[in-house]
């Protein structure tokens, strides 16, 4: 089936003003994550929702960071105020429900790269 | 807190080789540990999961090793292609559900 998807693939925006970023995860995962990746770094986690609660929004950097999940299914990060370190790739990965004595691997989408001006 | 280190942070090999990347983490206490590749431009593709209770996990020219009481893990490549040529990133799961990523080993093989 289809697996993670992201929009848009790129994003270039002014600072000062407001994004969303849109994540449709693999049908039927419960569990939907974003992190963010600066140029040549690892992925740092965001938040992370299970469902349609926000589980651990510990990541986020500050106020102006805002994630949803109203249905449980795609997800939109929301960037207020943007500033220029805010410009990195924005991943969203989704894994299923935790099986019996597994925890979940966790599949990426390509991303969306946010460029602030 | 947990912290991910791999080394080396580039390699470049000849077509044919075998090699071995390095990944190290703090934190003894996870629950699995996930070996991706990231080709330039592109999202995350998931090559091996290990979980805390396991020691290798395999994947054609791949394996994968897990040390967990001296936080340490392996990829080996056997037989390099230049079709391998991509960073490799290592990422622990500790308590809760986000992974711990390290910064990634850039693999160049040279045809």
């Known amino acids: 089936g289809a697996g993670v998807s992201q929009t848009p693939s790129n994003k270039v925006t002014e600072k000062g003003k407001y994004v969303e970023l849109r994540c449709d995860p693999i049908s039927g995962h419960t569990a939907l994550y974003w992190y963010r990746q600066s140029l040549g770094q690892g992925p740092e986690f965001l938040i992370y929702?299970?469902?349609?609660?926000?589980?651990?929004d510990s990541g986020l950097p500050n106020d102006r960071f805002f994630a949803v999940r109203p249905e449980g299914s795609v997800s939109t990060l929301k960037i207020q105020r943007t500033e220029r370190g805010d410009s990195a790739v924005y991943l969203c990965?989704?894994?299923?429900?935790?099986?019996?004595?597994?925890?979940?691997?966790?599949?990426f989408g390509p991303g969306t790269r946010l460029t602030v001006l | 807190k947990q912290e991910v280190t791999q080394i080396p942070a580039a390699l470049s090999v000849p077509e044919g080789e075998n090699l071995v990347l390095n990944c190290s983490f703090t934190d003894s206490a996870i629950y699995n540990l996930q070996w991706f590749r990231q080709d330039p431009g592109k999202g995350l593709t998931s090559l091996l999961l290990i979980q805390s209770s396991q020691r290798e996990q395999t994947s054609g020219r791949l394996n994968a090793s897990l040390d967990k009481s001296s936080g340490r893990s392996t990829l080996y490549i056997a037989a390099s292609q230049p079709g391998d040529s991509a960073t490799y990133l290592c990422a622990v799961r500790p308590n809760g559900n986000k992974l711990v990523f390290g910064a990634g080993t850039i693999l160049r093989v040279k045809s």
């Open positions: 929702f299970q469902g349609t609660g926000a589980a651990d």
């Open positions: 990965a989704s894994s299923p429900r935790r099986t019996s004595g597994g925890i979940g691997e966790q599949f």
